[in-house]
């Protein structure tokens, strides 16, 4: 077993390198520390000083290498013919040397201190860069050898835990970012110091309208582009209690309305090709008292019986194989903010920060991996939100949003809180 001999590493090259598992034994042996969207505002808040920047980056730097861990078990439980898939086993490689980096930092103490231990996550942000395409070719790759089930799990766990190491890595960036800036007065109002009401990647109030607005022409631009100048789209109403607004991270909630407007958008226009008006999609908005939740209803036929049951998979879904031959096709989605392309947008407050849209805009159009769904679950879920699809066979599909609008709830890691 793992536990009590040096576990193996997997490395797609000849030279394998021994490991000894004792280390990482401990740190799987802790649980992680979930965090929750007013934690994260708090620490970044009116008060932000060196005390509480310091205080946060020992939490994240302590977090880091605890929540990898977990990851690298889970790898190492994987059959073997798994992970030395050499997509699977870069992927191993990169969470193994980030483990090994965290956990040798020593405690921040002064602000140099966390300079430099910033540049190491701002590094490592950009190394990992490449997870999510790898784990994308992996799994596919691996399809026919594992179960699915077990390659869902496996894929359902190793996203929502990147994504939320991202989240803390990302805000802690940002909060030196504020901390630094030369107009950061600490007690100020913190209008100053975090930059168009964002306190680092959260934003407090999210309107859930502008939302829809801005993500809804964007994948109306895209399904021209990807059908053709001359294409038509479907107008997208709004209705409901529109000046809803929320805390939330926002390239979150972009990617999630994304993906659901760039499948309603591309069922109705395929459904209805030869009808004189496309059927609008409409999103309804409900502010009830915990939750915010969106319905994205489309007449775009529903889907198919047999293909309902792996909607949700990422080993299982309807990928279009051939496609995916050429690995840098494969978009970074799944991302937060460092993976994505720049683009201007009107909630963008920070040169070089950039929002979620982009994972619309940076994905060639005419790419449908199949993972859109599976993956805005997996960030619904992470915090305390769900995603459900109701098919009208023949008729459209109702997609229920459902948004934990309090920022009370913590980061949900996984099922067993790792
Ligand atoms: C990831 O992107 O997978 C990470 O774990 C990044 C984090 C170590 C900063």
């Known amino acids: 077993m793992y536990s009590t ?82 997509h699977l086993s870069e992927v191993y490689e990169l969470y193994y040397s980030a483990f090994d980096a965290f956990r040798k930092i020593p405690e921040i103490k002064t602000v140099e201190d966390n300079d430099n231990f910033c540049q190491v996550v701002k590094r490592t942000l950009k190394e990992h860069l490449t997870v999510i395409p790898s784990l994308a070719m992996g799994v596919l790759e691996c399809r026919d050898l594992v179960p699915p089930e077990e390659l869902d799990k496996f894929m359902n766990r190793i996203l929502r835990s990147r994504i939320s190491r991202r989240v803390i890595a990302e805000q802690h960036l940002a909060l030196t970012d504020t901390f630094n800036s030369p107009f950061h007065f600490p007690d100020s109002s913190p209008h100053h110091h975090t930059g168009a009401d ?16 801005t993500v809804g022409k964007h994948a109306q631009d895209l399904a021209r582009e990807a059908n053709g100048p001359d294409s038509r789209v479907p107008e997208i109403q709004i209705e409901g209690h529109l000046d809803t607004t929320f805390p939330y991270i926002l390239s979150h909630i972009e990617y999630i309305i994304g993906e659901l407007l760039r499948n309603s958008i591309q069922a109705t226009v395929d459904r209805h090709s030869s009808a004189a008006e496309l059927p609008p999609i409409k999103i309804l908005i409900c502010h009830a008292p915990q939750h915010v939740i969106f319905r994205v209803s489309d007449r775009g036929g529903g889907v198919p019986a047999d293909e309902l049951a792996d909607l949700w998979s990422f080993a299982k879904g309807p990928r279009p194989q051939a496609r995916l031959q050429n690995f840098s096709q494969v978009p970074k989605m799944a ?84």
């Open 198 to 213: 964002f306190v680092g990647e959260v934003f407090p109030r999210c309107n859930a309208r502008e939302v829809v607005e």
């Open 335 to 418: 991302a937060t903010l460092q993976e994505l392309q720049k683009t201007s947008h009107t909630h963008s407050r920070r040169e070089g920060q950039d929002s979620s849209l982009s994972t619309l805009t940076s994905r060639p159009p005419h790419l449908r991996l199949g993972m859109g769904l599976p993956m805005s679950r997996v960030y619904a879920e992470y915090w305390a939100g769900s995603l459900e699809l109701h098919s009208l066979e023949g008729y459209g599909t109702d997609v229920f949003l459902q948004i934990s609008k309090l920022g009370n709830k913590s980061e949900q890691l996984n099922l067993d809180g790792v």
């Open 5 to 86: 001999c040096r576990s193996r590493s997997f490395q797609s090259s000849a030279v394998h390198q021994w490991r000894s598992s004792v280390v990482l034994d401990s740190y799987v042996e802790k649980p992680a520390r979930p965090i929750s969207l007013r934690q994260l505002i708090f620490f970044g808040g009116r008060n932000l000083d060196e005390r509480r920047i310091i205080d946060f980056a020992n939490y994240v730097r302590s977090e880091l290498p605890v929540r990898i861990a977990h990851r690298i078990r889970d790898m190492q439980k994987l059959p073997y013919v798994v992970v030395t898939n050499r």
